[in-house]
């Protein structure tokens, strides 16, 4: 039996299973897709938020400002990118003036320091290309930003160093409370464990009602995002916001860790949980709401759209709360759930602490991880130390990334380990550059194949039926190998130095 | 009667017009060379298409193959049968022949580059 | 330093553009040329092109992409050229030196006296284009799915959708067709397609294939493998039509909506590029803004014809050669002639002449044209007229200026326009 069973491998399932493992207890991490981070935390804005949005006194203003002091030396444990960028948020009248000043202040009783108005030329000193019709910003400085899913790996990839148990392709459909704790259930397999955390993300309604709890739903909210090749990664120097207003609350216009300018996103509320198109009409709002905000973004170098899906609580704020015989709701993770994340695990050991069980912290835990990225940021000289071991480190890949085939195969070593393409491009950036995989995928594909030990025809782009090949060319030779070489070598008569039509 | 047709000779793709009587070929405006009139020729009479495709080789690996001239164009996907029915044996260079006198057209598919 | 190599003349790039500027580099005269080629075989794109259409210009009869290819990689090899394979150029300087990285030499340095850019290009990718919808498998730009076809052996899909009917796309159509897969469409946003005539004729005619022009995909359907897509009318503004919309069945959507030269190193290096090419701006020896760094092939200008890349690979690598053996001389500023455009041409390569010698300019249009003149004027006076009855955004054309003009012109303006006969 495990201790504690995480549902759901996302950011917030990640940091909690972590800091589980790190108290000392076994944890299991239950996860439906056929990879981590796949569900919310695979798309949203990347923010660690400072703190000023979320209303006094909730759960979401205490976890937010808390999870944004633990950000940096939790991204620093787990070699994860992070910066502190600032933010901006932006207004274009007197009336959104008021509102930034009720922002500053509600922000100073959360407890953010370094809180700023600005005139909107104060604002311009700052980042030049703010919109013309900007006239008043409220800025702050503890803005930073994240890669929410390269948190996530780690996160889940430390716990599985530290001991943690990772189940795949594991959708939960039954919790059953027995022998003093849980059996949880997906189709023909379960796992029991004392305690669980329920993690579920979008689906979190749904697993709380597997256990009992049918005292809140979540609603999935869409947002839609386009991101801008690294060329315009520099055009804003922090993350803008637009003052929220009787228009709605805007979009925001950030650098990414990586490099790029990520925009968006659109909010509306949908039904299909699963529903991750992007549309004609919520593209064309991003551009047009970004292009009030931040002048000259220039669209052309569009490299991707996408849409993720928040998960909207019923309560308006997180729900996070414990049973007494154990089973934790880590639920309503919405804005600013990245930002809290850290905080948010912190608080659920403390809640598991409270209803028995017997957390302490290991002291053989270690907290860090190598970045996934540190092949890039050596030297020189020591990359060439390590090629000269490893020549597959000299081998590109990925062009536009520069990512090699060294990297990848650790990469598919490392845990938590991947089996699709969009894993690969998770952990190592491979094909998500200018090409867009558009001369790398089939070479990723041979990895994938190779290392895995799965057929070249079976590697998906992201799990499920996501193949990349539908079947072999020459379909015939391949099936009936042994004869139809037999028969076949024989027909293939050879006439060396024919006339090839050369002449 | 008239009819419009593109050469595909060459990449210039003259667009051609041809002055038919009875379905024989009396005239023909718009080419720029004769290759084109003996185009629209064949093509009133017997169309021919160049197939170009890849063959197994013994090691498994793909060849890059052509007809060494055109074959009758209803032949084409018949071709692509027999190209796919093929193994190769290793080693072969430009011009040599994996399949003689492809379907008794005269025509042999040849290796056109470096197995891969 | 054993990680730094010497050599007159670097080439970046083992393509077609890469092998011809090395082959005219030793014919002008110069010993130690070097190709860095990021591939495992020299030829570049050619390797996956194994259609025909290719050499008829240069040799007079019609090859496919690996015969072009090996006519060239034999040519090297006769003249003893080195190349260095699986050789990654990551740094461009403008001091004429390149880090690279290979699995052989690790990370390392080619220090060269002259420089020439053959990078090639890539294709547009989907994110470009802004279609709504899901983000399933099974869509592929046509160039990928030729890799995976003709390269790789496998078949990316059965039921295709093409977008755009650029010449890789049509090409794909039919290399699909001839696999067993069923093409039920090409589609290309403008009234007019940006391939060549013979491979609307070869490639779709000949298949039965319908060529939509005017009309676009709008939507992608299906979560995990890619299960349809919309197609929908546009007005002449590009814009979909509502009640145009049709659902095609499909599991797989191949993208030829145009190439984009490759030139990370170029920006880099703080080579001044030309907007409209996405390449450099070069002169007559398609040198670049940086003296001793030149540029040819599709890295350079997308072109249509490998035989035209051949063209202008010898051009650069002549130029390189000579720049190379004089020392890394500059060019005088005696001359220095601008050519402008009117629009209706988009382009010309080169954009600058630095000598007065006979020059041909090539030139792409915006538009399809029908019964036009090609007229370059200097000042007030025609110094060129040619009647084209055909001009088209896919083909590439061509004007001479003579020598007698350029010297005229100095370091003034020779005009291009488009004009009615």
């Known amino acids: 039996m495990f201790d504690v069973a995480v549902i759901g491998a996302g950011v917030v399932g990640g940091l909690v299973a972590r800091a589980l493992v790190k108290n000392g207890m076994r944890v299991v991490i239950l996860e439906k897709e056929s990879d981590v981070a796949l569900g919310a935390t695979r798309a949203n804005s990347a923010i660690v938020h400072a703190g000023y949005d979320a209303k006094e006194g909730s759960l979401k203003a205490k976890l937010n400002v808390r999870g944004s002091e633990m950000m940096e030396s939790v991204c620093a444990e787990l070699g994860v990118k992070y910066k502190r960028c600032g933010s901006m948020v932006v207004g274009f009248s007197e009336e959104d003036r008021e509102t930034l000043a009720a922002l500053l202040k509600r922000g100073e009783s959360n407890g953010v320091r370094g809180l700023k108005l600005l005139s909107g030329e104060e604002a311009r000193k700052i980042e030049k290309n703010l919109g013309d019709g900007v006239s008043c910003a409220l800025h702050a400085p503890t803005g930073a930003i994240v890669c929410p899913y390269e948190l996530c790996m780690a996160a889940v990839g430390n716990a599985i160093d530290n001991g943690a148990e990772l189940r795949l392709e594991f959708k939960v459909d039954k919790i059953e409370r027995a022998n003093g704790g849980f059996i949880i259930g997906a189709a023909d397999k379960s796992v029991s464990a004392r305690y669980v955390v329920n993690c579920a993300g979008l689906y979190s309604d749904e697993v709380a009602r597997l256990a009992g709890d049918d005292g809140f739903t979540v609603r999935a909210r869409r947002g839609e995002y386009i991101l801008l090749d690294k060329e315009c990664g520099d055009h804003v120097g922090s993350t803008i916001f637009r003052c929220p207003s009787k228009m709605g609350k805007g979009v925001l216009v950030t650098p990414t860790v990586d490099g790029n300018l990520l925009i968006g996103p659109t909010a509306e509320d949908i039904d299909d949980k699963t529903d991750l198109s992007t549309t004609a009409a919520g593209q064309a709002r991003v551009r047009a709401l970004a292009s009030e905000q931040v002048k000259g973004i220039n669209f052309g170098k569009t490299i991707t759209n996408f849409t993720g899906l928040r998960a909207g609580g019923s309560t308006g704020d997180f729900i996070i709360n414990v049973t007494e015989d154990g089973f934790v709701n880590a639920a309503g993770i919405e804005s600013p759930g990245l930002s809290a994340s850290p905080a948010i695990a912190e608080y659920v050991c403390e809640l598991l602490s409270g209803v028995g069980a017997p957390l302490k912290e290991r002291e053989d835990f270690v907290p860090t991880r190598r970045p996934m990225h540190y092949f890039k940021e050596l030297t020189q000289e020591e990359k060439n130390e390590i090629i000269k071991e490893h020549p597959e480190y000299a081998r590109v890949i990925c062009r536009c990334e520069l990512v090699t085939e060294g990297e990848i195969i650790e990469a598919i070593r490392t845990e938590p380990r991947p089996v699709t393409v969009d894993g690969i491009k998770r952990r190592t950036r491979a094909t998500m550059g200018r090409c867009q995989g558009g001369f790398c995928t089939p070479y990723i594909v041979e990895i994938l194949s190779r290392e895995r030990g799965i057929d070249y025809l079976d590697v998906t782009k992201s799990g499920g039926k996501s193949f990349l090949n539908i079947s072999r060319t020459k379909e015939k030779l391949w099936k009936n190998n042994e004869n139809a070489n037999n028969s076949l070598h024989n027909k293939a008569k050879t006439v060396k130095n024919a006339d090839g039509g050369n002449a | 009667m008239e009819r419009k047709l593109t050469c595909i000779i060459c990449p210039r793709g003259c667009d051609m017009t041809l002055y038919l009587d009875d379905g024989k070929l009396i005239s023909v405006d718009g080419n720029a060379c004769p290759r084109g009139k003996t185009y629209a020729e064949d093509e009133c009479t017997h169309p021919k298409r160049s197939v170009t495709s890849t063959v197994r080789t013994e090691s498994g690996r793909l060849q890059p193959v052509k007809t060494s001239a055109a074959i009758p164009k209803e032949?084409?996907?018949?071709?692509?049968?027999?190209?796919?029915?093929?193994?190769?044996?290793?080693?072969?260079?430009?011009?040599?022949?994996v399949i003689s006198d492809v379907l008794g057209t005269g025509v042999d598919v040849v290796v056109t580059g470096k197995a891969i | 330093m054993e990680n730094v190599i010497k050599t007159s003349v670097a080439i970046i790039g083992g393509g077609p553009a890469g092998m011809a500027a090395a082959i005219a580099a030793r014919e002008a005269g110069v010993s130690d040329i070097l190709i860095l080629e990021r591939d495992d075989s020299l030829g570049g794109i050619l390797r996956q092109c194994i259609h025909g259409g290719f050499g008829l210009h240069t040799f007079g009869e019609e090859l496919t992409g690996p015969e072009y290819a090996a006519r060239y990689e034999a040519r090297v090899r006769e003249m003893g050229i080195d190349f260095m394979l699986n050789t990654m150029v990551i740094e461009l300087h403008k001091d004429k030196t390149v880090t690279a990285m290979s699995s052989e030499r690790g990370i390392f340095t080619v220090k060269a006296d002259a420089i020439v850019l053959?990078?090639?290009?890539?294709?547009?990718?989907?994110?470009?284009?802004?279609?709504?919808?899901?983000?399933?498998?099974?869509?592929?730009?046509?160039?990928?799915?030729?890799?995976?076809?003709?390269?790789?052996?496998?078949?990316?899909?059965?039921e295709v959708v093409i977008l755009g009917s650029g010449d890789i796309g049509l090409i794909m159509a039919r290399r699909m067709t001839l696999e067993g897969a069923k093409v039920h469409a090409v589609c290309e946003l403008m009234p007019y397609s940006g391939g060549?005539?013979?491979?609307?004729?070869?490639?779709?005619?000949?298949?039965?294939?319908?060529?939509?022009?005017?009309?676009?995909?709008?939507?992608?359907?299906?979560?995990?493998?890619?299960?349809?897509?919309?197609?929908?009318?546009?007005?002449?503004n590009r814009r979909p039509i509502a009640g145009s919309e049709e659902y095609i069945k499909c599991d797989t959507l191949l993208l030829s909506c145009g190439l984009i030269p490759?030139?990370?190193?170029?920006?880099?290096?703080?080579?001044?590029?030309?907007?409209?090419?996405?390449?450099?701006?070069?002169?007559?020896?398609?040198?670049?803004?940086?003296e001793g760094i030149f540029a040819c092939g599709n890295v350079l200008h997308v072109h249509d014809l490998v035989d035209y890349v051949s063209e202008e690979a010898v051009i650069a690598g002549r130029a390189a050669a000579e720049y190379a053996l004089q020392g890394g001389v500059a060019k005088g500023d005696l001359i220095k002639v601008k050519i402008v455009t009117d629009g209706k041409i988009r382009y010309t390569v080169p954009h600058i002449l630095h000598k007065a010698e006979d020059t041909t300019v090539y030139f792409r249009v915006s538009d399809v044209f029908r019964d036009k003149k090609i007229v370059a004027r200097l000042g007030d006076r025609v110094i060129l007229s040619k009647r084209k009855l055909k001009l088209a955004p896919g083909e590439m054309e061509t004007v001479k200026l003579s020598a007698k003009d350029i010297a005229e012109a100095k370091v003034g303006e020779i005009r291009l326009s488009l004009e009615e006969v």
């Not at chain 3, 990078?119 to 990718?125: N, Q, Y």
């Open chain 2, 75 to 97: 032949l084409v996907f018949a071709c692509m049968d027999e190209i796919n029915s093929v193994v190769a044996p290793d080693g072969l260079s430009i011009g040599d022949a």
């Open chain 3, 118 to 158: 053959a990078m090639g290009c890539r294709e547009r990718p989907k994110g470009a284009l802004g279609i709504s919808g899901t983000r399933p498998a099974g869509i592929y730009t046509a160039g990928l799915a030729q890799k995976f076809v003709n390269m790789k052996g496998y078949m990316p899909g059965r």
């Open chain 3, 196 to 236: 060549l005539a013979r491979n609307i004729e070869q490639c779709l005619n000949d298949y039965n294939i319908p060529l939509k022009l005017s009309h676009t995909v709008t939507a992608i359907h299906g979560k995990e493998r890619l299960e349809g897509v919309t197609v929908s009318a546009v007005d002449e």
């Open chain 3, 262 to 290: 490759e030139n990370e190193l170029t920006v880099s290096c703080g080579i001044d590029m030309d907007r409209v090419t996405g390449g450099a701006i070069v002169d007559g020896d398609r040198q670049t803004s940086e």
